[in-house]
């Protein structure tokens, strides 16, 4: 997978209800409803399936972009402990 590399799978995973499950899901919802309001519809009773629909997939985009920059913070992490222990003189303890 092209978003995601197989190491990421050694990463545990974010839980369900997180920032970006949440906020993207929302978001999701309320672009069913300006859908709504747009075509002259009744905003909330219009579409129902459509919300629910519009929402979960927020939710599940949320979700991945999280995983993906989890990803990314753990490999810019290890990198940089990486480097640490393999220079260690450029990070001696200050003695003060």
């Not at 092209?2 to 209800?17: G, I, K, T, Y």
């Not at 993207?24 to 129902?48: C, Y």
């Not at 972009?65 to 753990?74: D, G, I, M, P």
Request: contains cysteine.
């Amino acid at each position: 997978m092209v978003f995601l590399p197989d190491e990421s799978r050694s990463l545990p995973p974010p839980p369900l209800l997180n920032k970006g499950t949440v906020w993207l899901g929302f978001a999701g919802w309320m672009s069913a409803l300006l859908d709504n309001a747009f075509n002259q519809r009744p905003v909330l009773g219009a579409g129902i399936h459509r919300q629910v629909l519009f929402a979960s997939l927020g939710c599940f985009v949320g979700y991945h972009l999280l995983k993906r920059a989890e990803y990314k913070y753990a490999k810019v992490d290890r990198e940089l402990c990486d480097y640490i222990r393999h220079h260690p003189e450029d990070f001696r303890p200050s003695t003060g």
